[in-house]
């Protein structure tokens, strides 16, 4: 097994040395892979909703789907303590709740084995994350594209387009640090932006859709892989061709049923 990241203080040393690799996952088998490989840091992305289930958005993910994932990422990564850097998503509208509700999602998630939590925005929440910060729960932001607020941004936008906007996102990523964050996710913002947020915050940012010059780049293990049919953003790379395997390899099961060459006598009890 390959350890990479194993804290968050390791994590937030990582700025301006060498970039971070982060993957979004939300399965066991995913972990297992992930254990294996030199993958710096994982994260239970609320994507689960949309990659898992189908659904348009990721607004139907609650924080006991949170857990359930993160549960099932965490002993797929190995041993508590041991496993590498793990961060679960704080569901939509978890962080709106005041702190009791907030604290309560925070230790479902830790509890399932995250060391952490990624929380979207920060206006009306800046709060929230000091509180769960000065109670022990690491808080990672994500600013950009949250996909949580769709529907008030009409869409999944790139954001930050132009200067009014793209300043208030340099606000935002510096009162995320000014709250405690140890990192912050920067979603579909354009690549000069992402660098100007790099360069003026302390802590490291992870880009998704955010050009080359963030300090690290998250990408959802599906959509790496090849998996995810449908549309593809722009900022998606495949970096293998699993899909066609699976396709392959589901079409070799077919024609092996029909023609009784599978099982042989040695795949029989
Ligand atoms: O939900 C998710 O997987 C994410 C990443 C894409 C950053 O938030």
């Known amino acids: 097994m390959v ?20 993957v979004s996952a939300h399965t066991h088998w995913e972990a297992r892979f992930l254990a294996d490989s030199p993958v710096d840091c994982v994260l239970v992305g609320d994507s689960a909703a949309t990659v898992l289930d189908g659904d348009a958005t990721t607004l139907s993910a609650t924080p006991e ?13 190995g041993e508590p303590l041991q496993r590498k850097l793990l961060v679960a998503d704080f569901p939509f509208l978890a962080a709106r709740r005041g702190q009791a509700a907030a604290i309560k999602t925070a230790a479902l998630l830790l509890r399932a084995g995250a060391q952490a939590v990624k929380i979207e925005g920060i ?9 769960l910060v000065q109670s022990g729960v690491p808080v990672m932001g994500h600013l950009g594209l949250t996909p949580q607020s769709v529907h008030t941004m009409g869409g999944y936008r790139v954001q930050g387009r132009d200067t009014a906007t793209a300043a208030d996102l340099l606000r935002q990523a ?4 000014a709250a405690g964050a140890f990192g912050v996710v920067l979603e579909c913002v354009p690549a000069a932006l992402a660098r100007e947020i790099t360069e003026a915050v302390g802590i490291p940012t ?24 449908g549309h593809r953003p722009k900022f998606v790379r495949e970096f293998a061709a699993a899909g066609e395997a699976a396709r392959a390899g589901l079409a070799a099961f077919h024609a092996a049923t029909a023609e009784r060459s599978f099982p042989t006598a040695k795949e029989s009890y």
Request: net charge neutral; charged share 20%; aromatic share 2%.
């Open 123 to 131: 206006d009306g929440h800046a709060d929230i994350i000091t509180h």
């Open 206 to 229: 992870i880009g998704i859709g955010a050009g080359a010059d963030c300090d690290g780049q998250v990408l959802v293990m599906a959509d790496l892989l090849g998996l995810t049919t």
């Open 65 to 77: 789907i949170m857990a359930r994932h993160t549960a099932a990422v965490a002993r797929g990564l």
């Open 3 to 22: 350890f990479s990241m194993k804290s968050v203080l390791e994590f937030r040393a990582r700025k301006g040395m060498a970039p971070i690799s982060m």
């Open 174 to 177: 510096r009162a995320l640090e």
